[in-house]
Each structure stands twice: as structure tokens, then as C-alpha cells.
């Protein structure tokens, strides 16, 4: 079951000891009941009726006396997603995970975004992040306006998931002494048909955003 846990018995709208003798009254012999939502859902003594009666199974990672070391119940550790340690653990994940996507434009765990990892940038080079709809077409045009400003593609990633694609791409600085107008190749990339944002991931980290809205240009 999966019965979120709200203060209060049924009879005033909450589900404290939902699952009672009117409801397991009505379990067949032999029913395992799994609860991983909250021990207090459960009228124990009730349920210890059913076990010792009616052989039924109990399987649960919230401890309670009454069903302790029934033979019919299992009852295994609570994940302890609310220790210190493991609250110390998921601050310091959060905090890498953002280091990893300002400094390197990794994404990992995200929601919305596919996880993508390309390797360091090599010396001498620029990194993009580039997201765009993820259509047929829209990666061409990216790599052709690096192309059209005489830049060499180094190492690119392209990774998508459902209707958002996201591209880290390293391209070489310009050796030949030529002027790399930086921003202007920004908006233009920004800018073309499909493009979402960019980031350019040079000198200070984090900045470098640009977004295109409504045909606008925002950085």
C-alpha cells in the first residue's frame, strides 16, 4: 500500500490505523499486506489477529512491538533518509552536482534534462552548452555556426530525453591570430530555429548564460 500518513482516525479525515479490523476483516487467507508508507496506517493489534489466525503476512520496514517477531511478519530496516548522516550525504551530493554542471556543464540526477558527462576541456579551448528542441535538423545548424566562424569542433556530447536535447560541445580557440567574437557567436547560436539557451563555459563559472524567448535574446 501507499496511503500517505495524515493526523487524526478516518472518521475526522485522516489515516491514522486506516487499515483496521473493518478492512482487514475482509482480506482472503493467506493475504500479504506491504506496507513501506508508514507504520502508524496500521491498527496493530488487528493485524496481529489476522497473522496469528488466518495466516496471513505482514512485510514492512517500520518496527513495531505488537508485530516484532511474529512469524508471519517481516520487518526489515528503515531507510534512514532523515539522519543526520544521510542529510549531510544529500546536501553534499546537491552541492557536487551543482559544482559539476557550473563548472563542466555535467547533469546529472536532473528531472527534466537527460544525465550528460563529456571529459575535461582540453587546453587551449572554449565550452558550450547548448539546449534545443529536440527535433530533427537543430544539431546541424548548431555545428554549422561553429563551422561558419571557423571554429574546430574538439570533443561534443549530444544526449536527449523526450522533447529537450543538451549539447556540450568544445570547440579550439583560433590560433591564427583572428578575432573570436565571442559573444556574437553566442547569440547567433542562441538565436537559430529550435535553440533554447546556451552557456559559454569561459573564465568564471556559471556565467555566460544566454536564452532565447519569444524570438528575443536574453543573456
Known sequence: MNIPYIKGSPSQGGTHGIIAEDLISHFKTNAVLLNFARGELVDSDALKSFLDNRNGRYVSDFPDDVLWGHKNAIIIPHLGASTEEAEDAAAAMAADTIRDYLESGTVRNSVNFPDTYLPDRPKNSIRFTVVN????????????????????????????????????IDVGIPTDGSV??????????????G??????LFGKPGAGYAI???????V
Open 133 to 168: 528542441e529536440n527535433k530533427p535538423g537543430v544539431l546541424a545548424l548548431i555545428t554549422d555556426a561553429f563551422g561558419k566562424n571557423n571554429l574546430n569542433i574538439l570533443q561534443q556530447i549530444n544526449h536527449s530525453r523526450d522533447g529537450i536535447a543538451y549539447n556540450v
Open 180 to 193: 573570436l567574437e565571442l559573444k556574437q557567436l553566442q547569440k547567433d547560436i542562441t538565436m537559430l530555429p
Open 195 to 200: 535553440v533554447l539557451s546556451s552557456r559559454v
Open 212 to 218: 532565447q524567448r519569444d524570438s528575443d535574446y536574453f
